[in-house]
């Protein structure tokens, strides 16, 4: 791969808009070698070649911490899937992944498919033979009997059951396991999205058994009772985290909130690239309700990471920049966002010690984008140059 000196007014170095102006991040063999002040850089590696970005930033590549690139994001993706053999799945699954790398996101966690797809393509990926981000898989989630998402092949009942299916996902490659504690709107017929489907002893039981594998466990929790069993399991992240109660109104609760945070829990709400149609739709003051509960978490300093649940309908794999400005218009910092979808999400990921910053032996994963996203997360949007591992998309 050789050597590239990627240089732009800001460089982001740190967390908290830490940054560099008038720096460079120099690239070899697919890793960084440095990252500092432009001329200090260039005396590392006086030769190699140079790509400049004045006005712009370099950072770290994004990550889209909650994906399922199974699904099409058309109006009825599960019926699109159902139809579809595994070659076809697969094929629209890569077509997908280039789209997302080459909007800057140069991670992916995929929380759910078919038949090991996705860890399919992250070996292809990884091998060079397709363009893409790294694919962090989760390989078939877990659910309940006739529950939420059933279709992709994870019901269990029971701990043998459970245990059984978390140990498949663990030798077929799996970095992460991930389990539906409630219902979920693309399931007809299932229980509903509120509804708990396994106890906090059940979640506990899949938590243990991951623990011996050496992963985390992302639970899918829509009710506050799922999302109190999952708490109380010990689980690495709560998906969505929507605090839905039986009546189709919110129970959030101060306490539970506490012990997410005191737990370390990373939450992501996967909010869609699509809410500013969604909040159109409803109106000002339906949106602010129904939104209520993200800004809640958010100014009560809860671990959000950012994701968008792309290939649900209408929200779109090169998007990420568009579900980030859901949380600029709840009033979190464009600092913090920036933070949500590179260090703080490698951190939930469990790949922080290989990408989520610009940092000397961290893998070469580098966004350079017009403007200055730690004023302006739409600069997230203006991608000038994406190296994944080095290679530039």
């Known amino acids: 791969m050789g050597e590239l000196l990627v240089a732009a007014d800001r460089v982001v170095t740190g967390r908290d808009g830490e940054c560099v102006t008038d720096g460079a991040v120099l690239v070899r063999d697919g890793l960084i070698a440095a990252v500092g002040p432009r001329a200090e850089v260039e005396r590392a590696a006086p030769d190699a070649p140079v790509r400049e970005f004045p006005g712009g930033t370099v950072l770290p590549g994004l990550i889209d911490a909650h994906v399922h690139l199974a699904f099409d994001a058309s109006a009825d993706p599960v019926g699109a899937l159902r139809d579809a053999d595994d070659e076809t799945v697969f094929k629209g699954m890569a077509e997908r992944a280039a789209r997302a790398v ?177 909040a159109a739709h409803v109106g000002p003051e339906r949106a602010a309700e129904l939104f209520s509960s993200v800004r809640w978490m958010a100014h009560s300093g809860v671990r959000l990471i950012a994701g968008t649940d792309a290939g649900v309908p209408r929200a779109e794999f090169d998007k990420l920049a568009d579900s980030l400005a859901f949380y600029a218009h709840l009033g979190v910092p464009a600092p913090r966002l920036v933070d949500m979808a590179t260090a703080d999400a490698a951190d939930a990921l469990r790949v922080d010690d290989v990408t989520g910053r610009l940092a000397a032996g961290h893998r070469a994963d580098v966004l350079a984008v017009d403007g200055d996203p730690l004023t302006d997360v739409a600069a997230l949007g203006r991608v000038r140059l994406v190296l994944a591992r080095g290679r530039e998309i």
């Open 102 to 278: 080459a909007a800057g996101v140069t991670t992916v966690r995929d929380l759910g498919d078919r038949n090991g797809l996705a860890l399919r393509l992250r070996a292809a990926i990884d091998s060079g033979r397709l363009p893409g981000p790294r694919v962090v898989s989760a390989g078939t989630p877990l659910t309940s009997p006739g529950g939420h998402c059933w279709f992709l092949g994870g019901e269990a009942e029971g701990p043998e059951a459970l245990r059984a299916l978390v140990r498949r996902n663990a030798d077929a490659g799996a970095e992460v396991i991930k389990v539906m504690a409630t219902g979920g709107g693309l399931t007809k017929g299932g229980p509903a999205t509120w509804q708990a489907q396994f106890t906090a002893d059940d979640l506990r039981v899949v938590v243990e058994e991951a623990d011996r594998a050496g992963l985390p466990v992302a639970v899918h929790a829509h009710g506050t009772d799922g999302i109190e069993a999952a708490v109380a399991a010990g689980v690495a992240t709560i998906e969505h985290c929507t605090w839905m109660g039986p009546d189709g109104g919110f129970d959030r609760r101060e306490e539970l909130l506490e012990r997410i945070k005191a737990a370390g829990i990373h939450v992501c709400t996967a909010a869609s690239p699509n809410w500013r149609a969604f």
